[in-house]
């Protein structure tokens, strides 16, 4: 596609149920990254793939946050047990080469009630 | 959609005018950075970058100086345009680290 896309736009869960974020970067991009975005802030890094290897899952915030990218392309976020903290916009990059500019999507608003 | 930046620094200007962007980096090991704007419920959106070789680099209507001296980095925006309000953020990369550092972001706000 022409850009990121990400899906769903807008996720509504109650505390404690699971979700999954979808990520589809720009065609042939081979890193992807994940960030967190709280209202009022900039994004903070979560996980970064090269293809299909997670290379960096430092700024992932709990063991309920886990990512892939089985293929190398698509990336699915899930948040496992989701808590009122994790209430956030979850925003997906990709670029083409490491350390060239990164595109982003515009974002998973996810709200836990 | 939601707002992006409810309590960051804003910066006013008339249309017209220049509008000067300022950010302070810590690591003196990044390498490479960007300028993003972005608009309320959108991602945030690629304007610039500088690697830290070069101190100045020049786009449409944007240019970026980079400070290394005093860790400084700054976007400047000639001719501001009512299209250009939003949030803008700078973003560092260090070296041997794939992800991006972002600042906290400054909200520009241009008067008619």
């Known amino acids: 596609g022409a850009g990121v896309s990400q899906s769903p736009r807008y996720k509504v869960a109650k505390r404690g149920q699971d979700v999954a974020l979808r990520c589809d970067p720009i065609s042939g991009h081979v890193s992807l990254f994940w960030y967190q975005q709280a209202l009022g802030q900039g994004p903070e890094f979560l996980t970064y793939?090269?293809?299909?290897?997670?290379?960096?899952k430092s700024g992932l915030p709990s063991d309920r946050f886990f990512a892939e990218r089985p293929e190398g392309s698509v990336s699915t976020l899930k948040i496992q047990r989701t808590q009122q903290e994790d209430s956030a916009v979850y925003l997906c990059?990709?670029?083409?080469?490491?350390?060239?500019?990164?595109?982003f999507g515009q974002g998973t608003r996810l709200t836990v009630v | 959609g939601e707002s992006v930046g409810l309590h960051l620094p804003t910066l006013s200007v008339q249309e017209g005018d220049n509008s000067i962007i300022n950010c302070a980096y810590s690591?003196?090991?990044?390498?490479?950075f960007i300028w993003y704007k972005q608009e309320s419920g959108k991602g945030p959106q690629f304007i610039i970058d500088i690697r830290s070789n070069m101190d100045k680099r020049q786009g449409q209507r944007v240019t970026v100086l980079l400070n290394k001296t005093v860790k400084h980095l700054s976007l400047q925006i000639a001719a501001t345009q009512p299209g250009d309000s939003a949030v803008y953020f700078c973003?560092?990369?260090?070296?041997?680290?794939?992800?991006?550092?972002f600042g906290s972001g400054t909200r520009l706000q241009v008067q008619p």
């Open positions: 990059a990709s670029s083409s080469q490491p350390n060239t500019e990164a595109f």
């Open positions: 690591n003196s090991a990044s390498d490479y």
């Open positions: 973003a560092e990369n260090m070296t041997g680290r794939r992800a991006l550092t």
């Open positions: 793939f090269q293809n299909e290897a997670q290379l960096d």
